[in-house]
């Protein structure tokens, strides 16, 4: 059956990604565990400017690297290793402000299915709480590899490098820093360059 309204959906119940599927609304939403979080607004000028930067940066790199670097609305569905991939037994599908993907098996026309290697967060007002904790979890539990959070409003940006399926923090970094991936150690670039 097909859903044209949000308001037609139950906010309490679960779904998966099979049921997301059928949604056929404006709203853009993502599925975090079965529950629908909307993801707000249309960003505002300072997300979308630090994002065509940081684009600019890795897309120049994951050319070289033989990766993939896709930016929202782009679906990436996260699976749980002791469930099949299939439509019903998904229930998380986010959608990055970007992420880098070397595993070409993991691409296909609906969008990626399995961890990314990197996804960046930029913090817009509204969604820090689901950026900062459940997501975390999310990207946690799934192998994203390397986790970045861009926060506009102190122009710092936080890595979280997966250590033995735990998030290990890296030293926060501040406009006047040089960050460094741990996971692709030649991406090396000025934070400032994204925060202009």
């Known amino acids: 059956m097909m859903i044209t309204d949000i308001n037609e959906l139950d906010l309490n ?18 599925l975090l565990s079965g529950k629908i979080f909307s993801m707000g607004s249309t960003p505002n000028t300072t997300h979308q400017r630090i994002s065509r930067e940081l684009t600019g940066v890795l897309y120049n790199f994951s050319k070289q690297h033989q990766c993939n670097l896709f930016a929202a609305p782009f679906d990436v569905r996260l699976i749980d ?13 986010v959608q990055p402000d970007l992420c880098v993907i070397c595993d070409e098996t993991k691409i296909d026309e609906r969008g990626a299915i399995g961890a990314p290697d990197l996804v960046i967060e930029i913090l817009s ?24 959070i861009v926060n506009p409003a102190d122009k710092t940006l936080f890595i979280y ?36």
Do not use: C
């Not at 119940?13 to 993502?30: G, H, I, M, N, P």
């Not at 290793?81 to 599908?93: G, M, P």
């Open 13 to 30: 119940k679960t779904y998966s990604y099979a049921d997301y599927l059928t949604w056929q609304f404006d709203d853009r939403v993502e």
């Open 81 to 93: 290793k002791k469930k099949s991939k299939l439509d019903q037994d998904i229930f998380t599908v």
């Open 125 to 148: 007002p509204g969604n820090s709480n689901k950026e900062m904790k459940y997501k975390f979890d999310l990207y946690e539990e799934a192998g994203v590899q390397e986790y970045w």
């Open 161 to 196: 490098v997966l250590k033995e399926n735990q998030f290990i923090g890296m030293h926060p970094l501040i406009e006047e820093d040089s960050i460094q991936s741990k996971l692709f150690p030649d991406l090396d670039f000025q934070l400032a360059e994204i925060f202009n």
